[in-house]
């Protein structure tokens, strides 16, 4: 609400030309909060209230700006003005936004900008969009490990408006080679020994990654080892960038919201759920229901055909379908609960493919002992329902739970290690699938022990 009211007086501060509160309008409030504010402005118009704040505000300021707004700018705006505040940007994000940005338009801007920025781009665009090399930026503080306390501290006092971050120091040889680190921290500990060398003190034991792994990993390695950011070399050990723990934490939940929809049935959005078209979320829900529905098909087409088989005797059991429900719903659940154990472990690598037999062994145990409670369970509710009281025809429920949940947590756990083997996202084995697939086992495995126990009708 405060936002909206806010606007028509930034509307008029801009028809008037008001420099003066303009500026103090940008540099008033956090950069984040200044964002926020101009919300329901036009492209053009934000643009024009941003000529008002030095560069690096103005980069700071745009940052925080949603991706559609910040498309919508560098499309917009004057080449020759936008490519001060592209130039100034964060490596990562500048690349990030124009692999967004129309192809016209980067090519209208790439002859405009620096040389050095250029390059930067060209290179850190080479990298897959789900590797650390496309996460990473080059802003980074180099050191030699031949170089004195005092001359590091100039160097980093030179590097550091241009850096994105100062609290870890990378010692690099000539050739780039990653040699050590030194927080700055350490540096400043170091400033009464001016003359010691930082390959004295230095840390050599480094948690790295490389290019080419993927940004799960990276993820994954930050969150172990509590780290505010972790270097990127290349396969031969040259330091090639830095990822920051900023960028990290979008990637966890990037990848959460990711597995959030495929483990409801949903294709990821791309976008918000409001801004995402009427007809696009009804493609991306759509394409699952589908295939739901064939699985729920193959679990009538069972029926049918135990129907059709044993239709007399199985018209002589009204209880039989009573408890099909009942059945079902036991073993997709259970499915569902170890498939979302077992993804969760995968993504946040408690467990890996060499566990898969541990997997087995306690899914295995743990169906026993879930399918035995609910058993129990079953055969009062046998009690209580079949008329008039067949012990036999009770024991079918507790008989047909205890196998269900067996092979619904079986099949709920070893899908995603499957997935995982051959290279999908375990997350795509969603939970609606699991339940669809143990639907079609739980009808066969109640039908066959009804059958196999020949239960006459009392």
Not at 34 to 58: I, K, N
Not at 261 to 272: K, N, T
Not at 352 to 357: E, G, P, S
């Amino acid at each position: 609400m405060a936002n909206t009211l806010y606007l028509p007086e930034l509307r008029e501060m801009l028809a008037e030309n008001n420099a003066a509160e303009l500026r103090e309008f940008c540099t008033a409030l956090h950069p984040a909060r200044t964002a926020e504010f101009m919300e329901g402005l036009t492209a053009e118009e934000s643009w024009a209230v941003l000529q008002h704040a030095d560069m690096p505000l103005r980069v700071e300021i745009f940052g925080y700006f949603e991706d559609e707004r910040k498309i919508e700018i560098v499309e917009k705006a004057p080449r020759e003005e936008i490519v001060p505040l592209v130039a100034e940007m964060p490596a990562d994000d500048r690349v990030d936004l124009l692999a967004d940005v129309e192809l016209e338009v980067v090519q209208e801007l790439m002859p405009l900008l620096p040389a050095e920025e250029r390059r930067d781009i060209q290179r850190l665009s080479r990298y897959a969009e789900s590797t650390a090399g496309a996460l990473m930026t080059s802003d980074f503080a180099r050191l030699s490990e031949n170089w004195a306390v005092s001359r590091a501290i100039d160097e980093i006092r030179v590097q550091a408006e241009d850096l994105e971050t100062i609290y870890y120091l990378y010692v690099v040889d000539d050739e780039d080679h990653l040699r050590g680190l030194i927080s700055f921290r350490q540096l400043l500990s170091a400033m009464g020994k001016p003359e010691t060398k930082i390959g004295d003190l230095m840390e050599r034991d480094l948690v790295t990654v490389n290019a080419q792994d993927d940004r799960e990993e990276v993820a994954r390695k930050v969150a172990d080892y509590d780290l505010l950011a972790i270097p990127v070399v290349d396969d031969e050990y040259r330091l090639v960038g830095i990822i920051t723990h900023d960028d990290v934490i979008d990637v966890m939940r990037e990848e959460a919201e990711e597995d959030a929809y495929r483990m409801a049935g949903v294709a990821p959005l791309d976008e918000g759920y409001l801004k995402t078209h009427l007809l696009l979320l009804t493609w991306k829900r759509g394409i699952w229901l589908t295939i739901l529905f064939f699985g729920a098909m193959l679990t009538a087409v069972t029926l049918n055909r135990y129907m059709n088989q044993y239709q007399d005797y199985l018209n002589s059991l009204k209880w039989v379908m009573l408890f099909i429900p009942l059945v079902i719903s036991t073993g997709g659940n259970s499915g569902n609960q170890s498939a979302t154990l077992i993804i969760t472990a995968l993504s946040t690598g408690s467990i890996t493919l060499k566990d898969w037999w541990r997997v087995v062994w306690r899914e295995v145990l743990m169906g026993v002992l879930l399918g035995g409670a609910l058993g129990m369970v079953g055969f009062g509710c046998g009690a209580i329902l079949i008329h008039p009281f067949s012990f036999y025809a009770a024991a079918t429920i507790p008989i047909t739970l205890m196998l269900v949940v067996v092979c619904g947590t079986l099949t709920g756990s070893l899908l995603p290690l499957l997935f995982h083997r051959l290279g999908l996202d375990p997350a795509l084995m969603s939970n609606a699938f699991v339940a669809g697939l143990i639907d079609v086992v739980g009808i066969n495995i109640y039908m066959w022990i009804i059958v196999a126990m020949d239960i006459h009708p009392g």
